[in-house]
């Protein structure tokens, strides 16, 4: 399983950003996928999980509403909206694929790990 978020960068407070994760298309058929994030000195932090359907999505109830997660299979690929940005959300983002077609917020249900991109939000 090859995973490969991209889309960070350096972004102001308030402001929005999309980060994708490129996948497999044997991945985005048969696994949930999921977006976490990793601030310095902090545990990693799951923020959202989509099925492999597309239809059925969780999310970290601190995120819900600024965070917003979807998918296209026909592209073998996974979104994050983020929006109204904020300091606190500067880490690196991860997308995951989960062990089954049903996502969760754990992230021992994750075995399969793309490297991730930086997100900043300056003040």
């Known amino acids: 399983v090859q995973l490969q978020a991209f889309g960070g960068g350096l972004v102001q407070a308030g402001g929005s950003l999309r980060l994708s994760c490129a996948t497999s298309r044997r991945t985005v058929s048969n696994n949930a996928m999921g977006w976490f994030r990793q601030a310095p000195g902090k545990e990693r932090e799951f923020i959202a999980a989509?099925?492999?359907?597309?239809?059925?999505?969780t999310y970290a109830d601190s995120l819900k509403g600024r965070f917003t997660i979807s998918g296209d299979n026909a592209k073998n690929m996974v979104y994050l909206e983020m929006n109204n940005l904020k300091p606190e959300d500067t880490a690196v983002y991860h997308c995951?694929?989960?062990?089954?077609?049903?996502?969760?917020?754990?992230?021992?249900?994750?075995?399969?790990w793309g490297q991730g991109t930086k997100v900043t939000v300056s003040s």
């Open positions: 995951a694929a989960h062990r089954r077609s049903y996502g969760s917020k754990d992230v021992s249900d994750y075995p399969y």
């Open positions: 989509i099925s492999w359907n597309g239809g059925s999505t």
